[in-house]
């Protein structure tokens, strides 16, 4: 499954329908529950493989704004809150040159 990555749309398209046909051969249902929702959603796991595209960055942000609000236990204003996440995550270099 994992030679799917970074492929053609043609050649992608093609190898995910014959691996859907190979699981559902299998006969095994915990299989089946996934070859289901791949097709369910097939246009975007087509995507997935084709584009190796990632939304890390943006959760990797979010996880260290919730950080913020964890270790300041409550900002007094959201305009204080803003202030923290710009300070932290801002990419300022403070240090002078």
Known sequence: FKDLFGISDLFAT?????????????????IDKVVDMFKNHISG???ALTQRLSNAMAER???????????GRGYRTFANFRSAI??????LDLYPH
């Open 14 to 30: 093609s190898s995910l329908f014959k691996w859907i046909t190979n699981a559902y051969g299998r006969k095994i249902a915990e």
């Open 45 to 47: 796991v087509l995507n």
């Open 61 to 71: 942000l979010n996880g260290k704004i919730q950080e913020l609000k964890t270790v």
């Open 86 to 91: 710009l300070f932290f995550n801002g990419g």
